[in-house]
């Protein structure tokens, strides 16, 4: 019994109440992610960071995002927006490392506030676009991938303001959900290697 109890400690090393807490939290963010097909990760981040270091909690929901993707890629194929698709995987391409070199060399305190800042400005991005019509410019998309990009890589959380883009853009609700699940599988996995890599890169402390 006491083992058990060591192994369950050394697997969640907090509080038995945020365990239940994330277990609910999850349940709930994988309900809006099933409909929307993003907001996962943000919400589960928006929630934990406060409470623990994010790195970790970051690490992992890119982790599932993988896993929620990738057994959907073949349903999803024939509805993705080509142009969209392009344009945000171009922006993670260059801004994701950004993002993780600053999650992963924060120091915790300092993580949790770039955390929980980038998360309450992606939520007045989402109040500013909604009901507000967007010409699908070079600009837009240029600003949707970019930012997607940096946010992902510091908060796993880069999905809702591209999301929330192409919802103004006019996008079909299908092509928007079809095209973000295709999406959060490369730009999870490849943030998740940029992670790998400068974790090992990074000195000991």
């Not at 890119?62 to 890629?73: G, H, I, K, N, T």
């Not at 969209?84 to 922006?91: D, K, T």
């Not at 993580?111 to 909604?130: I, P, Q």
């Not at 929330?164 to 295709?182: C, E, H, K």
Request: hydrophobic content about 60%; proline content about 6%; glycine content about 10%.
């Amino acid at each position: 019994m006491e083992s058990a109890l060591e192994l369950a400690r050394a697997a969640w090393p907090t509080s038995a109440w945020l365990a239940v807490s994330a277990l609910g939290i999850s349940f709930v963010a994988g309900m809006v992610r099933g409909f929307s097909g993003f907001g996962y990760s943000a919400l589960v981040v928006a929630a934990l960071a406060p409470f623990v270091f994010p790195a970790p909690v970051v690490l992992a929901v890119l982790l599932l995002e993988v896993l929620a993707s990738a057994p959907q890629m073949r349903a999803v194929a024939r509805d993705v927006d080509g142009k969209w698709c392009r344009s945000i995987l171009a922006g993670n391409l260059v801004f994701v490392p950004i993002g993780v070199m600053g999650l992963l060399w924060l120091k915790p305190d300092a993580a949790r506030v770039a955390v929980s800042g980038l998360t309450l400005l992606g939520a007045l991005g989402m109040r500013l676009t909604l009901a507000r019509p967007l010409s699908p410019s070079r600009i837009v998309h240029a600003s949707a991938g970019s930012v997607c990009g940096l946010l992902n890589g510091f908060a796993a959380s880069g999905g809702i303001v591209p999301a929330l883009l192409m919802a103004a853009s006019g996008v079909p609700p299908r092509a928007l959900r079809s095209t973000m699940i295709t999406v959060l599988l490369w730009i999870s996995a490849y943030a998740l290697v940029w992670a790998v890599v400068l974790s090992l890169g990074r000195a000991p402390e």
